[in-house]
Each structure stands twice: as structure tokens, then as C-alpha cells.
């Protein structure tokens, strides 16, 4: 029985077009492709009118979705080839590789951390014989750039003597172990559709197994023998198609074979003829739409220099490095900076592959296509980015949406600082990835929707989490995602455990969040009238124990604390009760007077006092001697500025009377004191902008500032009846 085997390169344009021109010649009855026989079904899809390359067959485990593998198809990959005209001319079509299953099955077993030691590509041999940079150079040079029409049947006996030399040579090949598994398997095959009696059956392999499955007669008992040695398995793998990028047929997945340049195989393979001169034309189309002055004159001598170089190197005709050598050379005038474009938009690509809408898939994932549709989202390789108004609905919509995308861990949109200032403003990024259907199929057990299987992943987070901060941290995330069901459940978890916890730090956690989420649940219309009195009751508890919850802590501690008083008091501000903000300030102060507080939260306090102006100008300055006296330890001082100072050093360009007493303080210190706490001041000042600390610097130059009158803690003289006026509009205007 003829058995023709065709050894080729995963992606190879020549490969590609050798395979096209020997299947037609051969006119085979059965047609076997490298790859796992749970894809044989999805490569029947082949030639549908809807299935656009680049795609890619994703096989994974029903069981467990993170376990998968992808098998990306191209335009001119040798297996959609050999797939296109068998389904095209009605022949039987299959995939003879080792079962995905068993190799799931021994991913399973194996130790993830036990490296194996690095093996060469078999042909960086014969390359360093015949003075080619690598293998892949080698490859390309002979069996990709050379193709001649009506030669195919010597290209492939040029091939096979080629991997039978270097077999014979007993050069051990990547992963050695698992090629001799998978070829017994191929060749079992093989035998089996002997058996059903197929006549002229055509094998399209990769290279370097093409010798080994020759031994078809010759293997049968080592094969047999071989094969029981496989692990059994219950795992179920499930195939569909999806679609893939450009980028992506750059990695090396599933075939294990990647390409630096997707975007210039798919050109070779659309121009077979003049194909040098057509794409240095594409080069010139992309810089003028950039602006930039190209002529024709720059395309010809571009090509003129191509093929000279070409010529130089023994080579028939220019390859992209010549073309690209030439680009730099005389269209970009030696700027490599500006040839990224280039690399990005031709020689890359952000091409998108397409696939049909009635192909097999979770409900999921239909749910998330059908969302996508109606919302006018389009999935695209490159960064788009969305600015949406919370007013219209549409916009409303998607926001919701990508809110509950992010619930199941989907990382296809990310938000970003919008331009306009304002609530019911929100910018999103989407850049979508073909990993990324993973990330929804993984989460396919939660629900047949995307709003049902957000709200089962937020209540089962809830089910584990006991801490205040964490649930209202969802909540947060909740409110947007307009997931009414968890909204009720997490307010009465917050309710339930915000009436038995003692832990003042996690109350502080959580007040900041629920005063936040109160006031952009109005802006999204959302009823969270219960929050408000959440709220106050954590406030009320947060004044009361925010003493003992300070005393005696260390550095690390105190500068966890820090942070949590700074977020209480601007959700104090943001709440706007005046109850609540006076009882907050005699809170503040009551924790200045306690013994036992870490410099850096009396600093911070003190600071919080000065802002709110509570204090005259003599209790002001008594408070900010007493801490600067040269009587306390140097680092207590030191740690008090810090805490003081932290976030804006505004105050000390403007306040001269604070300027003079921390100079003085500084002036006093003796060298050894002063170099100890460097580290401490240089940390402080360094968080300040660059135009403060100048100012600063520009400053201490002047030394102490005369004061003719101390205003340090003094309100300027406001325009009581104006601000009567003013103040209303300018909040409702900050509001929006």
C-alpha cells in the first residue's frame, strides 16, 4: 500500500505550498495530519466560509479548563493545507498524534519542577557544517524560500534523507522521550488505517518525525509493547475553535513551533510572485500614513539594495532580513527606533482570525459573545479604549458588564484614569487575547451567564471571608456590577459581623469603602439606604477604640495605621455630617494627649488637627515646639516629621513660623545625631514633587525666614456673605 509521508515545518510557507502541490499530484484516499485524535472533528470545520486563520483548535479539560493546549492554524500552515483540500474534495481526514488526554494525564503526575537538560535543535548540526547562523536559518535556506513548481516530490525526499542522516547519527532530539511515545502512537495508526484497507494514504508530519514512521511493518511488537506503558485516564478533553492573533503564532504552543514573523509569512504566502517588491510597496503605504515623506524613488533603491544584498549572501532572492536591512537603510535613514513601526504592523501584524458562530461552546462563553454583540464591544488584538458616560444607557450597560467580567477574573478590559473629572464618568482598555477564553471557561461551572456566574463566584468568596475590610472591599466591586442578590447578601454580613467585631484596624478598613460605595451607589442609582447606618455605627466604634488601638505599636504597625487614619478622616470629610466630623476631631485630639503613640501617628494627627484649623496660632505653635524640642530623642523627632510631612510638603514652603522651627531643629542636631536620621528626612523629602523639594532646597539656602507677624494656624479673612453664596454651587459642582 503507497504511504507517502510529507515532512514538513509547522508554519512553513514553502512546506505550505510543496504539501498543496504533492497532495494534488498524489490524489491520496485517506489523509493523516500531525496532532491529538480529539481534534480530528474540529478540523472537519476546515474550509467553512466563516473560519478565518488565524485560529487555533483549544483542547481542554472538562474537568479542570486551566489544563489545556492550543494547535494555532495559519493560512499557510501545511496541516490547514492538507485539512482544506480534504475536506474540500471529500477525504477522509484525521489527527494521529498521542491522545491530548494521556498527556494531561502524565502533566498530572509529573513533578512541575524537575528540569530536564537543555538539548540543540538537531539541525544547529548540519549549520554549523554549512556556516548558517542556526537550524531554523539552515531550514529556511533549502526547504521554505526555494519553492519550484513540479519539484514537490524531491523536496520531500530531500527532507526525509535530511532527518534520516541526523537520526542515524543518533543526535538526540527536543524532548526525545516523548517524540518516541508519540511516534509509536502515529505509527499505530497508520497500521490501523492499513487495516481498513486505504490504498494511497498521505502522512503530513513534522520533519523530524517523518524517518520514524516510515518503520511502519517493521515496529509493530516494540510499538504494542511501548504503548501499554501509557497511563490510563478518565479525562475528557473538549475541542473547539477560536480565534487567534498574529502576536500569538509567535509562541510556541501545541505544535511546539513558533514564528518570529507572521505578518510577512502571510505575506509570501498571498504574493508568491514579486514578493520583495510588493512588500517594500506595503512598507512605503505605512509611513506615508504616518506622514512621513516616502517616494517612490525610496521604494526602488530599497529594492535595488534588497536583491544586491541577496546576491551577496548566495541567495536567489531577498529574504526579510535583506528587506528589512534595506528599510532601515534607505526608508528610515538609519533610525531603528522608527523601524518598530514596521516590525509592530507588517512583519508582526494585528491580524485577528475569526471563527464560525455555530461552532460548539460552553454556554458561558455564547452568553459573553451574545453580551459583546449587543453592546457593540469588539474583540481586537490591539489596545481600544472605551470612555463611557454612566448617564447613557449603553454606556451604562457596559460598564456593568465589564464590571462583571472582572468579577471572573477575565482580564480583557482594564480601567484607566478618565480625562474628565467626575462620577459619572469611567474609562475602560480592552485588549483582548485567545488565552482569555480560558479564563471564562474556567469559571463555566459558576453559571450559563456572566451575571449568574459573577454572583456565585462573589458569594463564594463571602462564604470564606471573615474579615470586615475584605467584604466591603467586594462590595466595592459589587455595587458596579450591579449584582443585586450579593449586594443584600454582603450589607448583611457587614451588618452581622460590623456588630461583633473588635478589631478596630478592620473596622478602619472597612468605614473608608462603605462611605465610598454610599455615594457612587446613588450616582448608579442603586438603594444602599441601610449603609448609612452601617456606617455610623463603624465610626462610633472606630472613635471609641482608635486609643488603645494605637498604643504601643512598632514602626511597621504604626505606619499600617497611618494610613487607615488618613482614609477615616477623608471619608469623615467625604460624608459631610458635621456630627460626625466633630466628634472625630476631639477623637484626633484626645489621641495627641494619650502616652505610648508612635511619633508617626502623632505627627500624622497633628497634622490632621493643623488642616482642620482647630487650633489657635499659640496652641499650634506650643504643639509644634513641644515635638521639635531638642529634649526628645532625635529618631522620635525625626519620625514625627515624617508623619507630619507625609504626602505634601506645600506646608513648608508656605508656613514660615513651622519652616523656622524645623530649621532650628535641624541646626541643632550634632553630626552624629543629624547622620543617623538622614536615611528618615531623605525618605520623607523624597516624596515630595520635584517642584517642592526645589522650592525647599531654594529655602533652607535662605535659612531662617523673619516673621513680622505670626500667622501660622490663622484662617485668612473670608467674605462670609459671598461664601453663602459661592460655597453651594461649588460643591454641587464638585459633585458631578
Known amino acids: 500500500m503507497p ?40 478540523l472537519q470545520v476546515i474550509g467553512h466560509e466563516a473560519l478565518k486563520p488565524p485560529v487555533s483548535v483549544m483542547l481542554y479539560n472538562i474537568d479542570n479548563p486551566q489544563q489545556a493546549v492550543f494547535y494555532p492554524f495559519a493560512t499557510f500552515s501545511p496541516e490547514w493545507v492538507a485539512a482544506l483540500y480534504a475536506n474540500k474534495n471529500r477525504i477522509p481526514l484525521r489527527a494521529i498524534d498521542l491522545p491530548v488526554a494521556i498527556s494531561f494525564q502524565q502533566a498530572l503526575a509529573e513533578n512541575d519542577t524537575t528540569l530536564s537538560a537543555p538539548v540543540r535543535d538537531p539541525l544547529d548540526y548540519l549549520a554549523e557544517v554549512d556556516g548558517f547562523a542556526s537550524g531554523s536559518a539552515l531550514w529556511d535556506h533549502y526547504f521554505e524560500n526555494h519553492f519550484q513548481i513540479h519539484t514537490s516530490a524531491e523536496h520531500f525526499e530531500a527532507v526525509m534523507l535530511t532527518m ?16 518516541t511515545l508519540r511516534e509509536a502512537y502515529m505509527r499505530e495508526c497508520i497500521r490501523k488505517a492499513q487495516n481498513e484497507l486505504y490504498q494511497n494514504i498521505v502522512i503530513v508530519c513534522g520533519a523530524w518525525h517523518a524517518p520514524a514512521l516510515v518503520q511502519v511493518d517493521t515496529t509493530a511488537k516494540a510499538d504494542a509493547k511501548l504503548l501499554k506503558t501509557l497511563p490510563k485516564t478518565k479525562i475528557k478533553p473538549l475541542a473547539t475553535w477560536i480565534a487567534w492573533t498574529a502576536q500569538r503564532l509567535a509562541l510556541q504552543s501545541g505544535y511546539g513551533a513558533g514564528i518570529s514573523s507572521p505578518g510577512w509569512y502571510a505575506h509570501r504566502w498571498k504574493y508568491p510572485q514579486d514578493t520583495a517588491m510588493l512588500w517594500l510597496t506595503q512598507v512605503a503605504g505605512l509611513f506615508r500614513s504616518k506622514q512621513a515623506d516616502i517616494s517612490t524613488a525610496h521604494v526602488i533603491e530599497a529594492y535595488r539594495l534588497a536583491c544586491t544584498l541577496a546576491s551577496l549572501r548566495n541567495r536567489p532572492q531577498p529574504t526579510l532580513n535583506e528587506l528589512n536591512e534595506a528599510v532601515i537603510s534607505v526608508m528610515c535613514m538609519g533610525d531603528a527606533v522608527l523601524f518598530q513601526l514596521v516590525e509592530q504592523a507588517l512583519i508582526i501584524g494585528n491580524k485577528l482570525g475569526k471563527v464560525p458562530e455555530d461552532i460548539p461552546k460552553v454556554p458561558l462563553q455564547e452568553d459573553f459573545e451574545k453580551k459583546i454583540k449587543s453592546l457593540r464591544l469588539s474583540l481586537t488584538a490591539n489596545a481600544k479604549q472605551y470612555d463611557l458616560d454612566l448617564r447613557q444607557e449603553n454606556d451604562l450597560k457596559r460598564s456593568v458588564f465589564l464590571h462583571r467580567l472582572a468579577m471572573l477574573s477575565v482580564t480583557w478590559g482594564r480601567t484607566v484614569e478618565n480625562r474628565n473629572k467626575g462620577t459619572f464618568k469611567e474609562s475602560w482598555v480592552l485588549e483582548w487575547s485567545p488565552a482569555m477564553i480560558l479564563e471564562l471557561i474556567d469559571k463555566a461551572y459558576y453559571g450559563n451567564t456572566v451575571q449568574i456566574a459573577a454572583q456565585q463566584v462573589i458569594l463564594q468568596q463571602l462564604q470564606a471571608e471573615q474579615k470586615l475590610g475584605n467584604i466591603t ?5 459589587v455595587i458596579p456590577a450591579e449584582l443585586f442578590e450579593c449586594i443584600e447578601a454582603l450589607l448583611l454580613a457587614i451588618q452581622n459581623l460590623a456588630s461583633v467585631s473588635a478589631d478596630v484596624v478592620d473596622l478602619m478598613a472597612a468605614y473608608p469603602t462603605l462611605v465610598q460605595v454610599s455615594r457612587y451607589g446613588n450616582v448608579r442609582k442603586t438603594d444602599l439606604s441601610m449603609m448609612q447606618k452601617i456606617a455610623d455605627g463603624l465610626f462610633t466604634r472606630i472613635s471609641i477604640g482608635l486609643g488603645n488601638a494605637c498604643y504601643g505599636l512598632d514602626e511597621a504597625n504604626s505606619e499600617q495605621m497611618f494610613r487607615h487614619i488618613v482614609a477615616v478622616n477623608e471619608a469623615v470629610r467625604l460624608n459631610q455630617q458635621e456630627e460626625a466630623q466633630t466628634l472625630w476631631l476631639n ?4 489621641l495627641l494627649a494619650r ?16 488642616d482642620a484649623q482647630i487650633w489657635t496660632t499659640s496652641e499650634a505653635e506650643q504643639h509644634f515646639a513641644y515635638a521639635l524640642s531638642p529634649a526628645n530623642p532625635p529618631s522620635d523627632v525625626a519620625a514625627w516629621i515624617e508623619g507630619f510631612l507625609k504626602g505634601s510638603g506645600a506646608i513648608l514652603i508656605y508656613d514660615d513660623t513651622l519652616w523656622n522651627l524645623l530649621y532650628a531643629w535641624v541646626a541643632s542636631l550634632s553630626e552624629q545625631h543629624f547622620t543617623e536620621l538622614l536615611p528618615i528626612l531623605r525618605r520623607t523629602f523624597s516624596q515630595f514633587e520635584y517642584a517642592q523639594r526645589k522650592q525647599i532646597g531654594e529655602k533652607a539656602r535662605k535659612g531662617l525666614v523673619a516673621i513680622s507677624a505670626s500667622t501660622l494656624g490663622a484662617s485668612p479673612d473670608i467674605d462670609e456673605p459671598r461664601a453663602e453664596m459661592i460655597l453651594p454651587i461649588l460643591e454641587q459642582l464638585m459633585a458631578v
Open 164 to 179: 534520516k542522516t541526523l537520526r542515524q547519527a543518533a543526535i538526540p532530539s527536543l524532548l526525545e522521550e516523548e517524540n
Open 587 to 590: 477623637t484626633l485630639q484626645q
Open 473 to 477: 472591599s467586594l462590595l466595592s466591586r
Open 595 to 610: 502616652t505610648g503613640i508612635h511619633p508617626l501617628i502623632l505627627g500624622c494627627t497633628s497634622r490632621l488637627l493643623f
Open 3 to 42: 504511504l507517502h509521508i510529507l515532512g514538513i515545518r509547522h508554519h512553513g510557507v514553502g512546506s505550505a505550498r510543496y504539501v498543496a502541490e504533492r497532495i494534488e499530484a498524489l490524489q491520496p484516499d485517506l489523509i493523516l495530519v500531525e496532532g491529538p485524535p480529539e481534534m480530528t472533528e474540529a
